[in-house]
């Protein structure tokens, strides 16, 4: 089993700042990547960043320079500091968790696993 918390969003003026955070148990899976996705209304869910267990990062272009992502895989957490908002961003940011069996050291199989999202809405 698998629970994904999710905290943070909110409304927030362009230019601003946010910080999301996610908390993450996991039981009879380890925990190989964790990350953000976000979806605006009448479009499909989308990257934003993710983080491996061992630290590499990846991020959509679109946030590149103004998003940074961290995690602590001894904690299973993971935070999105999101600075320099701007109306685009609005969505709903969901948390998700990349997770296997135990006995799949190498990971290769994946289950994806989602927080129930929160909400970030920037005004103009």
């Known amino acids: 089993q698998v629970q994904l918390v999710e905290s943070g969003g909110g409304l927030v003026q362009a230019g601003g700042s946010l910080r999301l955070s996610c908390a993450a148990s996991a039981t009879n899976f380890n925990i190989n990547r964790m990350g953000w996705y976000r979806q605006a209304p009448g479009k499909q869910r989308e990257l934003v960043a993710i983080i491996t267990g061992g630290g590499t990062t990846m991020s959509a272009d679109s946030v590149k320079g103004r998003f940074t992502i961290s995690g602590d895989s001894a904690k299973n957490t993971v935070n999105l500091q999101m600075n320099s908002l701007e109306p685009e961003d609005t969505a709903v940011y969901y948390c998700?968790?990349?997770?296997?069996?135990?006995?799949?050291?190498?990971?290769?199989?994946?289950?994806?696993?989602w927080g129930q999202g929160t909400q970030v809405t920037v005004s103009s």
């Open positions: 998700n968790a990349g997770v296997s069996r135990p006995w799949d050291s190498r990971g290769e199989k994946l289950y994806d696993y």
